[in-house]
């Protein structure tokens, strides 16, 4: 009886030591995907911020703004000028081929 004793308890310690195994490993998992997953992302953005379509979407926004501007009132340009600068501040202004454009968005930003 001692025997059959024995190997219940070693088959029950070999279970509880796979779990724990298993545990560990999706912990570890865990750790690689909060490390790995942000840069990942990361340079998927980039990628896509290089794209034709990204660009040309920008561009599309940008005329569209200028035109804006200049039918505003006074009081309403700066309104304009403020949301071309938050959604333009990390745009690169060498991808736009209209020079009016591109001298648009530069007066509006600063730099």
């Known amino acids: 009886m001692g025997t059959k004793l024995k190997i219940a308890g070693l088959s029950i ?8 195994i298993i545990f ?14 942000p840069k990942k992302e990361n340079i998927r953005r980039e990628v ?8 040309h979407g920008k561009i599309q926004d940008l005329a569209k703004y200028y035109e804006e501007y200049n039918k505003a009132k006074p009081n309403d340009k700066e309104a304009i000028r403020q ?3 938050m959604r333009f501040a990390e745009f690169d202004e060498s991808k ?9 968005l530069v007066s509006m930003r600063g730099f």
């Open 83 to 85: 949301l071309i600068i």
């Open 13 to 20: 310690g070999g279970l509880a030591a796979f779990f724990a």
């Open 96 to 104: 736009i081929r209209s020079l009016k454009l591109r001298s648009f």
């Open 24 to 37: 560990i490993f999706g912990l570890a998992g865990l750790g690689y995907y909060k490390f790995f997953k």
């Open 48 to 55: 896509f911020e290089q794209t034709q379509s990204y660009v």
